[in-house]
């Protein structure tokens, strides 16, 4: 899924990749469960960080 992406996701691809909105990926953001950087008004989300969060949230890889 990932794999076509590049190292930083922006909000929005975050959301396609996610399937939830972007009030949904900011709230996500901004209580620190998913890691990324801001600048300014511009997110940047590590791709690791949306693994992580994944693999953490459905407990598939333990």
């Not at 990324?36 to 693999?55: D, F, M, Q």
């Amino acid at each position: 899924m990932l794999e076509n992406q590049d190292d930083f996701l922006t909000v929005e691809e975050l959301c396609d990749i996610l399937k939830i909105g972007r009030n949904a990926v900011y709230r996500l953001l901004n209580a620190g469960e998913i890691k990324g950087l801001r600048n300014g008004r511009v997110w940047r989300i590590p791709k690791v960080s949306v693994i992580a969060y994944t693999k953490e949230k459905t407990k598939l890889f333990e």
